[in-house]
T-cell receptor
């Protein structure tokens, strides 16, 4: 079974802090994604990566950056956290572009 | 832009059948997927339709009409554990990420 692991289930940070959300998958998947989920807005794509050291902006990249130094790890970075980044963050991976996504359990981030 | 429309909430009785519709307007179309998410859990893949017609997997079926830009998820013999959010998602092309709808919250009542 594919396992996508997000390092924290809950996180509380202060405004202006630099925040790292880590995601690791164990199935040698090429493709990895970061979504945020907010009530009534569904899943919105922040960034994605189709290969090591490759990254592409999704629909809402502002205020975020990503890092993919190794195939299995995809990190989401909030350079200076703001209260409007309080949300559930979901990482996902897939072997090929149109294969089913495998999601992690999410990180609920609160920025105060 | 890309848009997917699905009802925000649906309520149905245990043992009944419920249909969750999804209409889409996208710049391209490869296929329609459905995901289930229980409260506090991760979305999990349910089904994928690339061609017109009905795909059945146990109590769940998914239908696609490409000409109508429309699909639905059909859940039969509803159980309380089916209470969850259901998302439709479109593959716009062979190498771009899925576009998700905003989700339908299904409540199954006794």
């Amino acid at each position: 079974d594919v396992k996508v692991t997000q390092s924290s289930r809950y996180l509380v940070k202060r405004t202006g802090e630099k925040v790292f959300l880590e995601c690791v998958q164990d199935m040698d998947h090429e493709n990895m994604f970061w979504y945020r989920q907010d009530p009534g807005l569904g899943l919105r794509l922040i960034y994605f990566s189709y290969d090591v050291k490759m990254k592409e902006k999704g629909d809402i990249p502002e205020g975020y950056s990503v890092s993919r130094e190794k195939k299995e790890r995809f990190s989401l970075i909030l350079e200076s956290a703001s209260t409007n980044q309080t949300s559930m963050y979901l990482c996902a991976s897939t072997g090929t572009a149109n294969s089913p996504l495998h999601f992690g359990n999410g990180t609920r981030l609160t920025v105060t | 832009g890309q848009s997917l429309e699905q009802p925000s909430e649906v309520t149905a009785v245990e043992g009944a059948i419920v249909q969750i519709n999804c209409t889409y307007q996208t710049s391209g179309f490869y296929g329609l997927s459905w995901y289930q998410q229980h409260d506090g859990g991760a979305p999990t893949f349910l089904s994928y339709n690339a061609l017109d017609g009905l795909e059945e997997t146990g109590r769940f079926s998914s239908f696609l009409s490409r000409s109508d830009s429309y699909g639905y998820l059909l859940l039969q013999e509803l159980q309380m554990k089916d209470s969850a959010s259901y998302f439709c998602a479109v593959s716009v092309s062979g190498n771009t990420p899925l576009v998700f709808g905003k989700g339908t919250r299904l409540s199954v009542i006794a």
